[in-house]
């Protein structure tokens, strides 16, 4: 896992190395702002050091020929004949971007797709909630987009990243991570209007800081569904402040905080607690990117905790162990802040931990989760990175 996924890509193809061109793309951690982008609202993820990398060759027919030396699978499908894969999961992603990366081309500069024999590795591990998902989409769409010079910003290719997930693999997520996956950048995390699409870099002083991401290794089976409950909650409240405010309210983001607190007890405790969470992340949010730019990282782990206890208790998605990490963590020294990061249901924890804590840390929270839950959880640390991009060998 820890191995430069490029590096064993190379390895592979041995001395045929130098026919196939390279690309990388990122997973992420998002820092702070859970369930807002598919409500319109703000998010600040950051690119991490763990990549999906792709080894890409040309062919002159249609079939696009994909191995993974992770799964040690190889598939393959015709370009114009793009079907939902029930047998192989991954190959539905690369699948889905190559599909609506051709739509978009037909409609636009009518350049020619061709295959591509394509190798696959990566190190991002899965089910962490760090977004593999989307480091393999960007990843495809980069080589594609490079390799037949399709011209499509990286906007561009986060989007059609989103669809493909969307509309092909069926994962109603938002924009965040393939946005992140696209434009991150090495020492910054990245706030993100997610209605506009605006952003802005904000400079992470994290010199004696690290970031931690200590993983449940515990999956619920729930987390699709839930995800697709959340959604339809939101839209339901949605719906009530659009009867009540006089202005259109299309998503969460155009309810205010004032508007909330003025309309809230028409609302069912369900739906009103949805509400309130994302409102208030939104602002969180806000308040986050503030801090990070002042350097007042105890407002920031402030910031973490409230969001991961809104997460837990206003928009139920959390779980006891990534309580119990949470709760390990906020009680160590040195530790910043802490929260849940991904959909929720399992997957992960971040934490910002002063280094010379870190190892302290790694103890701690080893010892205490495992006595309690019986499973050993992994740390990671990471590092800040730049996001989807061709490499050179
Ligand atoms: C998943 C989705 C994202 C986002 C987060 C929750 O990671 O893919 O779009 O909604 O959950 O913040």
Redesign the pocket.
């Known amino acids: 896992m820890e191995n430069n996924p490029i590096h064993r890509l190379i390895r592979h193809l041995g001395k045929n190395k130098n026919k196939f061109k390279y690309f990388k793309a990122p997973g992420r951690i ?1 820092l702070i ?6 409500n319109d609202g703000y ?1 600040l993820p950051i690119a991490i050091n763990r990549n999906i990398a792709v080894a890409a060759k040309y062919r002159t027919d249609n079939i696009v020929e994909v191995y993974s030396l992770d799964f040690n699978e190889k598939e393959s499908f015709n370009l114009n004949e793009t079907v939902y894969n029930e047998d192989s999961e991954w190959i539905n992603y690369i699948q889905g971007v190559v599909k609506f990366l051709q739509a978009k081309v037909v409609k636009g500069a009518n350049h020619d797709i061709k295959g591509l024999d394509i190798y696959i590795a990566g190190n991002i591990p899965s089910g962490a ?1 760090l ?1 593999s998902s ?1 480091a393999l989409e960007l990843a495809v769409a980069e080589a594609f987009n490079s390799m037949y010079n399709l011209n499509f910003t990286k906007q561009e290719l986060a989007l059609i990243s989103q669809q493909a ?1 969307n509309e092909f693999v069926g ?1 109603s ?5 393939q946005f992140i996956s696209a434009l991150g950048e090495k020492d910054n995390g990245l706030f993100l209007d997610c209605r506009t699409l605006d952003y802005s870099l904000i400079k992470l002083d994290f010199k004696q800081l690290k970031i931690v991401i200590t993983d449940t290794k515990k999956k619920h089976s729930l987390v699709n569904s839930a ?1 697709n409950d959340r959604i339809s909650e939101c839209n339901k409240a949605v719906k009530y402040f659009n009867s009540k405010l006089d202005k259109p309210v299309s998503k969460l983001r155009d309810v205010s905080i004032a508007d909330y607190q003025r309309h809230k007890n028409g609302l069912s405790e369900t739906i009103r607690n949805r509400a309130e969470h994302v409102i208030f992340e939104n602002q969180r949010v806000c308040k986050t990117r503030d801090a990070l730019k002042n350097n007042n990282l105890k407002e920031v782990g402030k910031n973490l905790l409230e969001s991961h206890n809104s997460l837990k208790n206003l928009y139920e998605v959390s779980s006891k162990e990534l309580d119990l990490l949470v709760d390990i963590a906020s009680n160590l020294d040195g530790v910043y802040g802490s929260r849940m990061t ?3 249901f399992g997957g992960s924890t971040i934490n910002l931990v002063k280094e010379s804590n870190l190892k302290e840390f790694e103890k701690e929270i080893s010892i205490n989760y495992k006595i309690e839950t019986g499973i050993e959880p992994e740390l990671y640390i990471l590092e800040s990175s730049e996001g989807s991009t061709q490499i050179k060998i």
Do not use: K, W
Request: aromatic content about 10%.
């Open positions: 998002n702002g859970g369930h807002t982008d598919y998010v909630g977004s989307a997930e994962v997520c938002g924009i965040m991570d995800y991904g959909a929720g």
